[in-house]
């Protein structure tokens, strides 16, 4: 399975609440704050709702 590496970038200031209960179940807390989730269909799904927000990496 693929690793991805994310980071967020911006500030969850302004988003919608659904928006924010997605950086937290991603793991995220805080601007360029990093972790690692495996590739999977809930992910990319949360990915795409919050990608202004972060940036995603592929782990090598």
């Known amino acids: 399975m693929t690793k991805l590496r994310i980071t967020q970038l911006k500030s969850a200031i302004g988003t919608t609440p ?4 997605t950086l937290k179940a991603l793991g995220l807390k805080r601007i360029r ?3 690692v989730q495996d590739e999977t269909p809930a992910i990319a799904g949360m990915l795409k709702k919050v990608g202004h927000l972060v940036q995603v990496e592929a782990e090598k």
């Open 33 to 35: 704050h990093q972790v």
């Open 18 to 21: 659904r928006q924010r209960a």
